[in-house]
């Protein structure tokens, strides 16, 4: 049988088969030639050809996809083929020329798709509400007439009918939306379930409320979904009267998240809570508040911190403003952690609030507050009018004292601005009554910064002596590196012998950071001969080589784009018997990639992994996947992420830093390289790593989004 199909394609092929179209009384003949269709279209043909000649087979009517004709076809689909027909089908094809024919069909198709796709989303982003269009009526139509409708409609609509807001009507043109997403496996807004639940509640229908959540627990919710679902519960169980679920999800709830009152006020807004159900509320997060991270404590302060050091000043205010909310007061230590943050930020309105409310009634404010204010506002030059203001308000106010920190503050202030005069003036009325405050050694180094700063190493020389020769005061290395490199920045070599001798006759050791200063001071002009002479005249001045130094002038040269300066230094580490840290590693990988040396720091990074004691660090790993990603070399990016990832997996104390995937994802999307891009992705989601990090959140977006857009369109 199957040598007879066999010789009839054949023979089909050389007769150049043709085209079977079907019509209202049955298969007809097509006398185009089949060589002149499309080459997508010809496995079809052969199919129906076969159709016809086939008596034992039924026979039915299909529609092909590419032609929209309607073809004679057996009861088997293409798909459906037998393995032989499949592979006669596919050979036949191969050896057939693609035509002119078949381009200008393709890109036909190709038109044709995409005004599909632009008509499939017949509801715009972003609809206006003076807009009256039905789109449901729309949807339904198109529904009825069989026209295509994507993904990205039914999300967009199912967000017109949430906006419209929810009647019985609407809810039920939700859920059915909502389930035909479901089915078709499209990426559901589950903010959306919130949005029945509350209606829900609000029409005392708490059954059909809690068989939502109930059908949610195995769904993956991010934060701020789970945070509205946790305050609706609340709601619903408060509403309900069912106070063994409320003990039990308060049990649950104990740990892991952060709730905010006034977020939970906004989430059930219209569901006629009464006054002693929030005092519950209230009494329940206070609860949580203070098992999970109490206020005024060592940790609410080192988490304030870390939210304003990942720039959410947003989330460090709404913490402190939920704490006041439920309860709690803020003493000095929060009001000031907050505050400079705030003011770090350029959050001054906030800040201003958040003093307001802290503040005590009728009392004098608290000196270490306003220091924060103070020392805020004159980090600005631009809102350093706002402080001197400040500062005019403290002096006139009998009942507040300034201290040493508000007068270092404001000489700060006004060394920023460029006005030394007046901190000077303000030096010396601050030694006076009915201040009398002695400067400490912060006070002279805040001084000394601001000499340099406003070109006057001069008196900046003179402040110094008298810090040194004053008893009371012990200089300390910050001092000594305050001179250094201001002493550098103006080539004052005497000077700076001087210092260096005086800090040996102190016992005061350099550290790392002193040789990091040295160095970046004397490599900023990117003049390699010249610093290489500083360096040289500061080894005749008596500074001792180690391998700090050499470091550091490795890593100087690699700034400065002089790779052989910098191996050869490197090559000298070695010989005066100095083993190199894997800083000097990495400098010398940066500085090899920089160059497109791809063998030197593969090199260095072979070495660095047997001759370093922990092994390649992190950094490390991270300086071979963004040198790599710059020369578009991504197989060779890609593959040090992965064994990254796999270093990681056996050390739980590191973990792949979130830079390496954003330098990956920032070269790929620029580049559109999205196959690379979506393997990057796959790897993230298969370690468990998530971002935290609002710009590689950006990038990733962008991945998922042209992934999906790219399966939607096959």
Not at 51 to 59: A, D, F, N, V, W
Not at 65 to 86: C, E, I
Not at 260 to 275: A, S
Not at 289 to 317: D, I, V
Request: with cysteine.
């Amino acid at each position: 049988m199957s040598a007879r199909i066999s010789s009839r394609a054949s023979l089909a092929c050389r007769r150049s088969i043709f085209h079977i179209q079907s019509t209202s009384f049955g298969p007809a003949l097509d006398y185009t030639p089949v060589a002149f269709q499309p080459v997508q279209h010809r496995a079809q043909c052969l199919f129906a050809q076969r159709s016809i000649h086939s008596k034992s087979s039924p026979k039915k009517i299909a529609v092909s996809s590419s032609t929209g004709k309607r073809v004679a076809q057996d009861s088997l689909t293409l798909s459906g083929l037998s393995r032989p027909w499949y592979s006669i089908c596919k050979r036949w094809n191969s050896t057939l020329p693609r035509t002119s024919f078949d381009r200008a069909s393709e890109r036909s198709n190709t038109e044709k798709l995409s005004r599909i796709g632009k008509d499939a989303n017949f509801i715009p982003e972003h609809v206006p509400k003076d807009d009256t269009t039905d789109y449901w009526r729309i949807y339904q139509d198109r529904l009825n007439q069989k026209e295509p409708v994507d993904d990205t409609a039914r999300l967009r609509l199912c967000q017109w009918l949430i906006d419209k807001g929810l009647t019985k009507e609407s809810v039920s043109k939700l859920t059915k939306l909502m389930g035909e997403l479901r089915r078709r496996s499209a990426p559901i807004n589950t903010d959306h379930y919130n949005d029945l639940i509350h209606f829900y509640i609000k029409c005392s229908k708490f059954r059909e409320a809690q068989s939502i959540i109930d059908g949610l627990d195995t769904e993956s919710r991010n934060l701020t979904v789970n945070q509205r679902m946790f305050a609706l519960q609340l709601a619903l169980y408060l509403k309900s009267g069912n106070e063994s679920a409320l003990q039990d999800l308060v049990e649950k709830r104990k740990t892991g998240f952060m709730y905010f009152m006034e977020q939970f006020i906004r989430w059930t807004k219209g569901l006629q809570l009464k006054d002693d159900q929030i005092n519950r509320v209230k009494a329940i997060l206070f609860d949580l508040q203070t098992s999970n991270c109490p206020p005024n404590s060592g940790r609410f302060t080192t988490l304030l911190e870390t939210l304003f050091a990942r720039n959410q000043p947003e989330e460090a205010l709404g913490l402190v403003n939920h704490t006041l909310d439920i309860g709690f007061t803020a003493n000095s230590f929060t009001a000031t952690c907050v505050i400079s943050g705030l003011l770090r930020a350029d959050r001054v309105p906030e800040a201003l609030k958040i003093w307001s409310r802290i503040m005590p009634s009728g009392g004098a404010p608290d000196v270490a507050v306003l220091n924060s204010f103070l020392s805020g506002l004159s980090q600005d030059p631009e809102r350093f009018g706002a402080a001197k203001e400040l500062w005019d308000q403290i002096l006139k106010d009998p009942m507040i004292q300034p201290d040493a920190v508000s007068f270092a503050s404001m000489i700060n202030g006004y060394m920023r601005v460029h006005d030394p005069a007046s901190a000077l003036n303000l030096w010396e009325e601050m030694q006076k009554k009915p201040h009398a405050i002695k400067p400490n050694d912060v006070m002279y180094n805040t001084l000394i910064v601001g000499l340099f700063r406003n070109h006057q190493p001069g008196s900046a020389k003179v402040f110094y002596e008298e810090m040194v020769t004053r008893p009371d005061i012990k200089v300390s290395l910050d001092t000594y590196h305050i001179m250094i490199k201001g002493l550098l920045s103006v080539k004052d070599h005497e000077t700076l012998a001087k210092v260096l001798k005086r800090m040996e006759e102190d016992g005061i050791k350099p550290n790392e950071m002193t040789f990091s200063i040295i160095t970046d001071t004397i490599f900023s002009h990117r003049d390699s001969q010249s610093a290489l002479k500083v360096v040289e005249l500061m080894t005749e001045r008596g500074t001792p080589q180690t391998a700090i130094t050499f470091s550091c002038k490795v890593a100087g040269f690699v700034n400065v784009g002089d790779l052989d300066n910098a191996q050869r230094t490197f090559e000298e580490m070695q010989q005066a018997g100095y083993e190199p840290s894997i800083h000097s590693y990495g400098a010398m990988m940066q500085g090899a990639l920089k160059a497109g040396n791809t063998e030197l720091a593969e090199q260095f990074a072979a070495l660095a992994k047997t001759r370093v004691e922990n092994g390649l660090t992190p950094v490390g790993y991270l300086i071979m996947i963004s040198g790599y990603a710059e020369l578009l070399m991504l197989d060779k990016a890609e593959k040090w992420l992965y064994e990254q990832q796999e270093a990681m997996s056996r050390d739980r104390r590191n973990s792949v830093s979130w830079k390496a995937y954003y330098t990956l994802l920032r070269v790929c999307v620029k580049h559109r390289l999205w196959e690379p891009a979506q393997r990057v992705v796959e790897s993230m989601k298969g370690t468990g790593f998530q971002s935290r990090v609002p710009k590689l959140d950006a990038l990733i977006q962008k991945v998922e989004q042209h992934a999906y857009l790219s399966a939607s369109w096959k």
